[in-house]
Antibody, heavy 113, light 108 residues
Framework: EVQLVESGGGLVQPGGSVRLSCAASGFTFSSYWMSWVRQAPGKGLEWVAN????????NYVDSVKGRFTISRDNAKNLLYLQMNSLRVEDTAMYFC??????WGQGILVTVSS | EIVLTQSPGTLSLSPGERATLSCRAS???????LAWHQQKPGQAPRLLMY???SRATGIPDRFSGSGSGTDFTLTISRLEPEDSAVYFC?????????FGQGTKLEIK
């Protein structure tokens, strides 16, 4: 059974940083591109970033370029999202996801003073 | 960026009826890399279909997907009360992945 479990969110001040982690199991993690997707309160889904199987290629939505970094550790089956220079508008549930495998339960990041 | 437009915005049907949800892309979706997700209030999205017509693990066969190119459809036959949710389509054929705005399905 595919499982994706996020951790690391919480309340952060504007300008602050946080690192999200996603523990993957039930599939061959190193064989798949992986993504982070977010959902602001009451809003739709927004793709944030993805990373190639070996980590050699990454893509980001324009609004997070230069502030967020996606990475992975295939030996530990872990996906990461390092979020720096956070803004109030980054407040959202963040999901680890793969379009053809499923979603994690999500982790809330709240950016507020 | 591929824009996905879902219709209708809201659908209100009775148990036992059939629901037909549409997702139209602004350009062809490579390899029909189109997924459908169901989201209930306060829950994470749940994968229903991928590759336009492949059912995800554990999804009942009342759910089916069809279409290719720019026009895709999710059909839910024999609606049940628990099908009440918002349904999103997603294309993952070209970066960036994009989502439709969602169709809210209400069961009367």
């Amino acid at each position: 059974e595919v499982q994706l479990v996020e951790s690391g969110g919480g309340l952060v001040q504007p300008g602050g940083s946080v690192r999200l982690s996603c523990a993957a199991s039930g599939f061959t993690f190193s064989s798949y591109w992986m993504s982070w997707v977010r959902q602001a309160p009451g809003k739709g889904l927004e793709w944030v970033a993805n990373i190639k199987q070996d980590g050699s290629q990454t893509n980001y939505v324009d609004s997070v370029k230069g502030r967020f970094t996606i990475s992975r550790d295939n030996a530990k089956n872990l996906l990461y999202l390092q979020m720096n220079s956070l803004r109030v508008e980054d407040t959202a549930m963040y999901f680890c996801a793969r379009p053809d495998l499923g979603w994690g339960q999500g982790i809330l990041v709240t950016v507020s003073s | 960026e591929i824009v996905l437009t879902q219709s209708p915005g809201t659908l209100s049907l009775s148990p036992g009826e059939r629901a037909t949800l549409s997702c139209r892309a602004s350009q062809r979706v490579r390899n029909n890399y189109l997924a459908w997700h169901q989201q209930k209030p306060g829950q994470a999205p749940r994968l229903l279909m991928y590759g336009a017509s492949s059912r995800a693990t554990g999804i009942p066969d009342r759910f089916s997907g069809s279409g290719s190119g720019t026009d895709f459809t999710l059909t839910i036959s024999r609606l049940e009360p628990e099908d009440s949710a918002v349904y999103f389509c997603q294309q993952y054929g070209y970066a960036p992945d994009t989502f439709g705005q969602g169709t809210k399905l209400e069961i009367k």
